[in-house]
């Protein structure tokens, strides 16, 4: 019951978020280059609810890949989850397209908690997935 609560504030939170523009912050990349591997963070997006953060990313991979549905996607916009008690995070939802820099056709996945994607970024040289974590982590409890 407590993890519906939790998911149930999360939801509202992001909710409440999504009215404001994105603030995106380049991590790894370059968000105008189509042949680079970029991760991105929303910073206006952030929330934060006792041990756990959510945080809106957008992803854009150098070369195709094969997404969790066995499709093929290049780019990505995801709400990640991260538990800082485990030190874990995963996709709790995910829009994935088949072009480069957001772009083509779309198609979306929600998950709940107990089948969420890991946040991997598989083959990216600079992989940014322990480093977000630290970060969002970090984040100080804020009223929204």
Request: glycine share 4%; charged share 20%.
């Amino acid at each position: 019951m407590k993890n519906v609560v939790l998911a149930a504030a999360l939801v509202f939170a992001v909710a409440t978020a999504a009215a404001q523009a994105p603030t995106w912050l380049t991590v790894v990349g370059d968000p105008g280059n189509a042949l680079a591997d970029t991760v991105e963070v929303d910073a206006a997006s952030a929330v934060a609810f006792e041990s756990m953060r959510l945080v809106k990313l957008r992803v854009n991979r150098a070369k195709a890949r094969n997404a969790f549905d066995g499709l093929p996607f290049q780019s990505y916009y995801s709400t990640a989850m991260f538990d800082c008690t485990q030190m874990t995070a995963w996709h709790r939802s995910v829009t994935l397209f088949d072009k480069p820099l957001w772009r083509g056709q779309m198609r979306m996945h929600e998950y709940v908690e107990r089948d969420g994607r890991d946040l991997a970024f598989a083959g990216m040289a600079e992989n940014p997935r322990d480093r977000l974590i630290k970060a969002a982590c970090a984040m100080t409890l804020q009223d929204r």
